[in-house]
């Protein structure tokens, strides 16, 4: 991996640990990264010396610099980085405000527009775009999980003026349009929500405005912020939707690629998944992985042990196909993710059965490879 992928990396996890409350620091903690990672950068050697023959394969030390540091550089090609297949399937992982969607933050505007929930799966359309413009996404299949949502929320909430809250409060909502509480506690009393001075300033909020409000479950309604505002956008909300709902009932596009449907069942739990081999059907496991509620999918036809090593460090789960993998690539692969603990289960094909099974027996402790003779009882799916 190099520098640039490790602080790419660094700074994805970090930003995937961001909320409204902890934002300060995570900036902070992204700071700092840049900074050490600048300095790690400008450390070393802006050019190379002059060439001189070596064999390849070679270490040839380099003279100790001005600062005392000296660095060794190995001519090896057999070790240059192998990238991981790219996906273009995701899950839509529900922010309060937005969503994010692989590497693109989608508005919670458009998350309204195309009708999308946590959990869903959606291909992300690259080739038609525009560039400086996020691409065109496309849903693939309803999340059908029915695991309690990390985010909750009400509708439709009525800003008043409230003279008794805390400093710098000024508004708050407790019924709806309707005048029914938006919420009650456990002895049934109306719960009031105070609405931030950030949400109030951010929109420009005023007594009577018409608000959805969101909070993560861990977190609870105390900390809800305002994620839309109800007005002029609600007409062309409902227009879209409309046709939206026209379009599903009638003839499918043949270049959005189907949902896998599931035929045992678990929950991989937003694990992330590693395949090894085969990585250019990566869109057709990752259907398989998305299915269950999986996290992010990689790829990689890498057979370098260091290689294989960095891609299974950052893997929930390991797959690998045999029928495309050399047997001491499996050997490499299994002892480091044995190391890793990271556990893992070898498929006999990229067949999206066949990668359930695998997955199944990966997560629940199964052994790694079916029996050549008989086989496994897998649960089903009931009808």
């Known amino acids: 991996m190099t520098l640039t992928q490790e602080y790419q990396q660094d700074v994805q996890a970090l930003l995937a640990l961001m909320t409204p409350d902890n934002q300060p620091v995570v900036m902070k903690a992204i700071e700092l990264v840049s ?28 003279a100790p610099s001005t600062t005392g540091t000296s660095y060794d550089f190995v001519n090896d090609k057999d070790d240059e980085e192998v990238p991981a297949a790219p996906t273009d399937i995701f899950r839509v992982e529900r922010r309060l405000i937005g969503a994010e969607v692989g590497d693109q933050y989608v508005s919670e505007k458009q998350i309204r527009e195309l009708g999308l929930e946590d959990g869903d799966t959606v291909q992300l359309v690259r080739a038609d ?25 009400v509708q439709y909430a009525v800003l008043v003026r409230d003279k008794s ?80 709902g026209a379009k599903q009932s009638g003839a499918g596009d043949d270049s959005t690629p189907k949902g896998y449907t599931v035929k045992i069942p678990f929950d991989l739990a937003g694990k992330r998944v590693l395949f090894v081999g085969n990585a250019a059907h990566s869109n057709e496991m990752a259907l398989v992985v998305a299915a269950h509620n999986g996290g992010q999918v990689t790829a990689t036809d890498a057979t370098k042990g260091s290689q294989l090593k960095t891609k299974v460090t950052h893997s929930d ?22 190391s890793q603990k990271v556990p893992y289960a070898v498929s006999s094909s990229d067949a999206p059965f066949s990668i359930e099974r695998a997955l199944y027996r990966a997560v629940t402790g199964m052994p790694a490879y079916e029996p050549t003779a008989g086989a496994f009882d897998y649960p089903t799916v009931a009808e």
Do not use: C
């Not at 929500?193 to 959805?212: C, K, M, S, T």
């Not at 969101?214 to 007005?231: D, F, I, K, L, T």
């Not at 993998?325 to 499996?330: E, F, I, W």
């Open 165 to 244: 809250l805390p400093a710098d409060y000024t508004l708050s909502a407790t019924n709806n349009v309707s005048q029914h509480p938006l919420l009650t506690t456990d002895d049934d009393v109306p719960f009031k929500f105070l609405i931030r001075p950030a949400d109030v300033e951010r929109l420009q909020l005023r007594p009577g405005d018409i608000v959805d409000l969101a909070w993560y479950n861990s977190e609870g309604p105390q900390r809800a912020v305002v994620s839309w505002v109800h007005g002029d956008d609600d007409q062309k909300l409902a227009e879209v939707a409309q046709k939206r």
């Open 317 to 338: 789960v390991m797959v690998l196909i045999t029928d495309e993998v050399h047997h001491v690539t499996t050997n490499t692969s299994v002892k480091i993710a044995k």
């Open 129 to 153: 775009a525009v560039p400086g413009q996020a691409p065109t996404i496309r849903l693939v299949a309803k999340n059908k999980s029915t695991a309690t949502p990390q985010i909750n929320g």
């Open 35 to 62: 900074k050490y990672a600048g300095m790690r950068t400008s450390a070393q050697p802006a050019q190379a010396a002059p060439a001189q023959d070596v064999p390849s394969g070679v270490t040839r030390a380099v």
